[in-house]
């Protein structure tokens, strides 16, 4: 599985296409600006775009999926607590194929309701769930802390810790870590309690 990271628009946005080199089937996560860019690596790989699969619903990481799926023909994947316009909706657990690859859907509610992360072939697409570094707001409709608190604690953290990790935003110090190293370094992610990340989280 290949990953193509792209930072896109003025918000510091990655849109990723994660390409099956064996088949040259590909998905593409979170399109929103500079699309041409996009579209100029799926023609130079020669990649035929199966799924545009979206982490959550916010326009910065959905502006694009109309007209992804005009070029491509892809079908748009977003949770079941998505309100946009889907082809396919998916819940905690279901898996996405693509050639002979998949990614696990893990359901991560808490910077929206209809948050996910997706998992395989020992990488982690985090959206705006974690970042390097940080994590995703939680002051916007939706958002919740003790939500994001168990998301990240009892689902996140709970992952192999070799996952390379892939955020949805360029925030941090580099533009990919691991489980292990934002264990170790992301002060959101230092031992708290429920409560405590609450009072934490509603004071930045």
Not at 7 to 13: I, L, R, S, Y
Not at 63 to 90: C, F, P, W, Y
Not at 108 to 127: A, E, R, W, Y
């Amino acid at each position: 599985m290949k990953v193509h990271q792209l930072q896109v628009g003025d918000m510091q946005n990655f849109t990723y296409i994660v390409e099956d080199e064996e088949t040259n089937e590909a998905i593409v996560i979170d399109p929103s600006w500079d699309l041409l860019e996009v579209l100029k690596i799926i023609e130079r790989n020669n990649l035929k775009v199966k799924y545009i699969v979206n982490t959550h619903h916010h326009f910065d990481h959905t502006l694009g999926n109309e007209a992804m799926t005009k070029a491509t023909g892809a079908k748009i994947v977003q949770h079941k607590a998505s309100a946009l316009r889907s082809d396919l909706k998916v819940s905690d657990g279901d898996i996405i194929n693509f050639g002979n690859s998949e990614l696990r859907v893990l359901y991560t509610p808490g910077h929206s309701k209809d948050s996910v992360c997706l998992v395989g072939d020992g990488k982690i697409f985090t959206g705006d769930t974690l970042f390097v570094g940080n994590c995703g707001r939680v002051d916007l409709l939706g958002g919740s802390s003790r939500e994001l608190y168990h998301s990240l604690f009892d689902v996140i953290c709970k992952q192999d810790e070799t996952l390379e990790l892939f955020p949805g935003h360029n925030y941090g110090q580099s533009t990919t870590s691991t489980i292990l190293k934002e264990k170790r370094s992301n002060f959101v992610l230092q031992p708290r309690t429920e409560e405590e990340f609450m009072q934490f989280m509603n004071s930045e």
